[in-house]
């Protein structure tokens, strides 16, 4: 079975860090040409935050987290990280990983394999 698991999430303070894993079982990471992490908070459409392609290790982000976030892939882990620096309220959001086939794309319909998504939220 196919799956893509998240951990990490919590609540942190503005200003503070978190670290987000995407670990696979069932299948190695590479199987999929790209890896990307998406976020939707309450209200709000889901947003494509940042993908990494599993072959070269090409990064991409979306604007609203671009030199605030750090995606990484350990193939040996089979694992994806998001490193999340300088957070902001307008941050908080169920963030969720998928895997995919068109590399540098931010939108969801690209993904076909989805986990369940883990809550951050940035608040005082």
């Known amino acids: 079975q196919l799956r893509l698991v998240e951990s990490g999430g919590g609540v942190v303070q503005p200003g503070g860090s978190v670290r987000l894993a995407c670990t696979a079982s069932g299948f190695t990471l590479d199987y999929y040409f790209t890896i990307g992490w998406f976020r939707q908070a309450p209200g709000k459409e889901r947003e494509g935050v940042s993908c990494i392609s599993s072959s070269d290790g090409s990064t991409y982000y979306a604007d609203s987290v671009k030199d605030r976030f750090t995606i990484s892939i350990d193939n040996a882990k089979n694992t994806v990280y998001l490193q999340m620096n300088s957070l902001k309220p307008e941050d908080t959001a169920v963030y969720s990983c998928?895997?995919?086939?068109?590399?540098?794309?931010?939108?969801?319909?690209?993904?076909?394999?989805w986990g369940q998504g883990t809550q951050v939220t940035v608040s005082s």
């Open positions: 998928a895997a995919g086939w068109t590399v540098g794309s931010l939108y969801g319909a690209d993904y076909d394999s």
